[in-house]
């Protein structure tokens, strides 16, 4: 069952909603999806939209897609609030050559996307849309995550939740990361494993 062609996007509306699995399986392409249909579709202002960027920019690795943007699926999405930062989320497990640099690369990425989710707390906007959860998971708190996605109407965050990324740099990471999506699996009000 392909879960994107089964949903549909009007059930996400007045709801918060997780969409979690592995690379390559579509998060953002729907994630991108749904900004284009509150836009085309619902004619949503787009100051109602905030988009919270925490994705790497695209990579292919081995044929594989890894990260992407919202931006990159849809380009109008740059129409509503974006909040990112001038630079780059840093793909933690592929930039890093060992367990330091590993280190400082969740503590560069949990910077810059704790300031975007503070951002947001202090000028929410009904929907909120947050590419690649599990980037701020790895550092950030779980309960103060569940914080600022309460402060939206309607919510539509992806995440990975795999093991193509692990290394043997990264294990502990992994195991952090999926502790913290099964945490969020449990407690948004809905959420979807891609496939």
Partial sequence: M???????????IG?????YGETNTGKTQFTANFVKYLLESKNINPKEITILEFGPNFKLINDIKI???????????LLCVNINNKTEIIPPRLNATNKRELFEHI????????????IYS?????????????????????????KVIGKSNTFLGNSYYGKSLKSTISKLLSLIEKNKIEFLIKNIEFSVLSR
């Fill in 67 to 77: 990260g992407g943007r919202i931006q990159d699926y849809y380009s109008k999405s």
């Fill in 107 to 118: 503590c560069y990425n949990y910077k810059k996307t704790s300031n975007m989710l503070a």
């Fill in 2 to 12: 392909n879960i994107f062609k089964d949903l549909d996007y009007i059930n996400i």
């Fill in 15 to 19: 709801h918060h909603f997780l969409v």
């Fill in 122 to 146: 202090k000028n929410p906007t009904p929907y909120l849309i947050i590419n690649d959860i599990s980037i701020y998971l790895h550092l950030g708190s779980k309960y103060e995550l569940l």
